[in-house]
């Protein structure tokens, strides 16, 4: 792949997902990290995405409106799926038969639906792939009303919001860009981070799943602070900044 190629391929990924780190782009593409970290470079000085601390975010000015189509959402997915499996696997194992609970709209979140077959817990989701697979597995599923983003199939805006004050939930379970020591969870849009933080304060317990590239990753909105969260991500070597934050779980990818 030419080098122009390439970095047209990682404003892709980065607008599709909001944001991306340099291991993910590493171990997409097959290229060293110094080669990772030059294409952002160049691709911040062209005005295309913003460098940050482990990656790079989208710029908003240029995604406003923006539609990621099915090829980018599968490359989106495609992320450290046998890390996000394990986590969400291990997630689905923290509800109870009597559990009300809150899903996000996220890829590792959206796995959980396939270890929840027969649950009797209720949810509650934003997210219309995950409804309908909850449905699909015979679970008690709601989903809330508002505007559908076609970048996401999630459901955002005032509506929800509102909705969301009148829910008192056990547990929640959220996706997040970036984690960060100092800026706590974020993610790159506005109406998706005043969703999760509306969400967030509704649990009892809230967990953000994140797969260990979303460390020290910082997106553009703090939707929560790491005291207010318990994470659940995959062990490895990336999170040791973290290691001494009490309120994390590394499950061992199998």
Do not use: W
């Not at 597995?137 to 076609?150: D, Y």
């Amino acid at each position: 792949m030419l080098t122009e190629e390439r970095q047209e391929e990682i404003v892709r990924i980065v607008n599709a997902g909001g944001a991306a780190s340099v291991q993910e782009l590493v171990d997409y593409f097959h290229i060293s990290e110094a080669t990772v970290r030059r294409d952002l470079t160049v691709l911040q000085q062209a005005g295309r995405l913003r460098r940050v601390h482990g990656g790079a975010t989208a710029i908003p000015s240029d995604t406003a409106g923006y539609e990621a189509n099915m090829e980018e959402l599968e490359i989106k997915y495609a992320f450290h799926l046998p890390e996000k499996r394990r986590i969400a696997q291990y997630a689905a194992g923290q509800i109870g038969p009597a559990d009300f609970v809150y899903l996000d709209a996220g890829s590792t979140v959206e796995q959980m639906a396939d270890f929840l077959s027969g649950s009797t817990a209720t949810f509650v989701t934003n997210s219309l792939p995950l409804a309908q697979k909850l449905a699909r597995n015979g679970c008690q599923v709601r989903i809330l009303a508002g505007h559908v983003k076609g970048t996401t199939s999630s459901v955002v805006g005032s509506e929800v919001i509102q909705l969301l004050r009148r829910y008192h939930f056990t547990k929640g379970f959220f996706g997040a860009n970036g984690l960060s020591l100092h800026e706590g969870c974020t993610t790159p849009d506005i109406e998706e981070a005043a969703t999760k933080e509306a969400a967030v304060v509704r649990c009892n317990t809230a967990y953000i799943l994140a797969d260990a590239s979303k460390f020290g990753l910082a997106s553009h909105i703090t939707f929560a602070e790491l005291p207010d969260v318990t994470i659940i991500t995959a062990k490895s070597e990336r999170i040791q900044d973290f290691s001494s934050y009490q309120q994390l779980t590394e499950v061992h990818v199998l």
